[in-house]
Nanobody, 125 residues
Framework: QVQLAESGGGLVQAGGSLRLSCAASGIASGSYALGWFRQAAGKEREWLGTIRWNNGQIFSANSVKGRFSISRDRAKSAVDLQMNGLQPEDTAVYYC??????????????????WGQGTQVTVSS
């Protein structure tokens, strides 16, 4: 059974940085990929990036490339999302998710079977 738990959210001023972490259990076997998504109030869930657990291959959304980066910590069984240059429009609930998406579907919400509870990120102007 895969379980995911996000942490690291909070309130930050515009231009600041935050590092989110997703503790993942049950993913050591099964060729999982872990993705980060966010959902702002009244908007659809937006994909930010994905990393394949086994080989570390990374896929990143163009909308946040250069500001957000994904990494994995195999020792901690965690995937992190480093966010720099945060702006008020980055305010959202951030989720990590696990699944087995093919390359063409890494940005698809339905390609992920397991989701964390989310962590709130609020960026003040």
């Amino acid at each position: 059974q895969v379980q995911l738990a996000e942490s690291g959210g909070g309130l930050v001023q515009a231009g600041g940085s935050l590092r989110l972490s997703c503790a993942a259990s049950g993913i050591a076997s099964g060729s999982y990929a872990l993705g980060w998504f966010r959902q702002a109030a009244g908007k659809e869930r937006e994909w930010l990036g994905t990393i394949r657990w086994n080989n570390g291959q990374i896929f990143s959304a163009n909308s946040v490339k250069g500001r957000f980066s994904i990494s994995r910590d195999r020792a901690k069984s965690a995937v992190d999302l480093q966010m720099n240059g945060l702006q008020p429009e980055d305010t959202a609930v951030y989720y990590c998710a696990a699944g087995r998406p093919i390359a063409s579907s890494v940005a698809t919400v339905g390609a992920y079977y397991y989701w964390g509870q989310g962590t709130q990120v609020t960026v003040s102007s």
